[in-house]
T-cell receptor, first 113, second 114 residues
Framework: QKEVEQNSGPLSVPEGAIASLNCTYSDRGSQSFFWYRQYSGKSPELIMS????GDKEDGRFTAQLNKASQYVSLLIRDSQPSDSATYLC?????????????FGQGTELSVKP | SAVISQKPSRDICQRGTSLTIQCQVDSQVTMMFWYRQQPGQSLTLIAT?????????ESGFVIDKFPISRPNLTFSTLTVSNMSPEDSSIYLCSVTGLTKYEQYFGPGTRLTVT
């Protein structure tokens, strides 16, 4: 069974700290990985995509991918209260030719001022 | 990324009735998907809306309950049929972007069934 697992949360960090969100996936054939941010009452927003091993940085966000360990993470530097949201990890289903993603259950992040 | 709209944004419906949700995109897209997000839960894929052919449903979802149409590359509808309180959820459409797996979501439809 294809699975994507995330820290159950909630994760609470002080303002200005680094927030670390983790995700593991079960299928070694997956090649595309995404992080979505979802504010309460809103729809998910794509914030990062990563396809190759290593780090990918975009502003205060860094996605890290380790395919050998089947692990993808999202680091948020200098966390702000506006980063408080649920973060969803999504992984390509490699056996589905129609572009299907498998979503984790999400990690709720709370950044305290 | 494409601009995606959904109608209605929310609705309260009675048990046994049906609701059709519309998803409109401002540009042609290859793939469109319909998801359900129950309170406090993650996203569950209902089906892939295929242009010009029948939708592809995920396990646990059937066409009689969730008929889907996709008449062109910018529009799709999802109908929730014979509703029960268990169908109370947020229904989201998504479309693919520049890559096959990169998905962007519409604002969602919040459905309450009484």
């Amino acid at each position: 069974q294809k699975e994507v697992e995330q820290n159950s949360g909630p994760l609470s960090v002080p303002e200005g700290a680094i927030a670390s969100l983790n995700c593991t996936y079960s299928d070694r054939g997956s090649q595309s990985f995404f992080w979505y941010r979802q504010y309460s009452g809103k729809s998910p927003e794509l914030i990062m995509s990563i396809y190759s091993n290593g780090d990918k940085e975009d502003g205060r966000f860094t996605a890290q991918l380790n395919k050998a360990s089947q692990y993808v993470s999202l680091l948020i530097r200098d966390s702000q209260p506006s980063d408080s949201a649920t973060y969803l990890c999504a992984v390509e289903d490699p056996y589905n030719q129609g572009g299907k993603l498998i979503f984790g259950q999400g990690t709720e992040l709370s950044v305290k001022p | 990324s494409a601009v995606i709209s959904q109608k209605p944004s929310r609705d309260i419906c009675q048990r046994g009735t049906s609701l059709t949700i519309q998803c409109q995109v401002d540009s042609q897209v290859t793939m469109m998907f319909w998801y359900r997000q129950q309170p406090g839960q993650s996203l569950t894929l209902i089906a892939t809306a295929n242009q010009g052919s029948e939708a592809t449903y995920e396990s646990g979802f059937v066409i009689d309950k969730f008929p889907i149409s996709r008449p062109n590359l910018t529009f799709s509808t999802l109908t929730v049929s014979n509703m029960s309180p268990e169908d109370s959820s947020i229904y989201l459409c998504s479309v693919t972007g520049l890559t096959k797996y990169e998905q962007y979501f519409g604002p969602g439809t919040r459905l309450t069934v009484t």
